[in-house]
């Protein structure tokens, strides 16, 4: 089947500096997700990207998706305490396909 | 917009006995809801898709007779465990899409613990 590798799997940063994951596939998808999970809670979307090589930006978030298919980056730019938490990447063939997650970036906000 | 609830958001039930777990659109129709479980520390993985007014579609390994789904409205989804056991202790979180043209998105319910004692 599927499957996304996400990397790193944990960044201890300190506030104010700028953030970077990805995502690779072996496969080609055609939705990109990106969310963030807080401990206890559902996944929240933070950015959506449909077209190959689309690059969106949401607040001091931006979000590329590759050229191929079959990547896609997650930048987080000057980070703030509450920006702790999981964030996953998630891919979509599209239609009433479910996702297939990334096994998660722990980001951790060193004071 | 596009918010997804879900009830209840935790339950404790004996093993053997059967937990019933809603999700609503609230503020949308969906024709396509997921369900998904998310063991401790690992990543969410998808248990079947729900289609208002058909079957459910299950992914392999899950066992279709074990998690019941109907989705019998444009707004609701319920997922029951069936003889719950220890074993089936999780997360389980609901989604409901949004899109169509390309564009599909899905949003996420708030999830329900279930434990299984």
């Known amino acids: 089947g599927q499957q996304l590798n996400q990397s790193p799997q944990s960044m201890f940063i300190q506030e104010g500096e700028d953030v970077s994951m990805n995502c690779t596939s072996s496969?080609?998808?055609?939705?990109w997700l990106w969310y963030k999970q807080d401990p206890g809670e559902g996944p929240v979307l933070l950015i959506a990207?449909?077209?190959?090589?689309e690059l969106t930006s949401n607040g001091r978030l931006t979000a590329q998706f590759g050229i191929t298919r079959k990547d896609s980056f997650l930048n987080i730019s000057a980070s703030i305490p509450s920006d702790v938490g999981i964030y996953f990447c998630a891919g979509s063939g599209g239609g009433a396909d479910g996702l297939t997650f990334g096994k998660g970036t722990h980001l951790i906000i060193q004071p | 917009g596009a918010v997804v609830s879900q009830h209840p958001s935790r339950v404790i039930c004996k093993s053997g006995t059967s937990v019933k777990i809603e999700c609503r659109s609230l503020d949308f129709q969906a024709t396509t809801m997921f369900w998904y479980r998310q063991f401790p520390k690992q990543s969410l993985m998808l248990m079947a898709t729900s289609n208002e007014g058909s079957k459910a579609t299950y992914e392999q390994g899950v066992e279709k007779d074990k998690f019941l789904i109907n989705h019998a409205s444009l707004t609701l989804s319920t997922l029951t465990v069936t003889s719950a056991h220890p074993e089936d202790s999780s997360f389980y979180i609901c989604s409901a899409q949004i899109g169509g043209g390309g564009t599909d998105t899905q949003y996420f319910g708030p999830g329900t613990r279930l434990t299984v004692l």
């Open positions: 496969s080609i998808f055609n939705t």
């Open positions: 990207l449909y077209k190959a090589g």
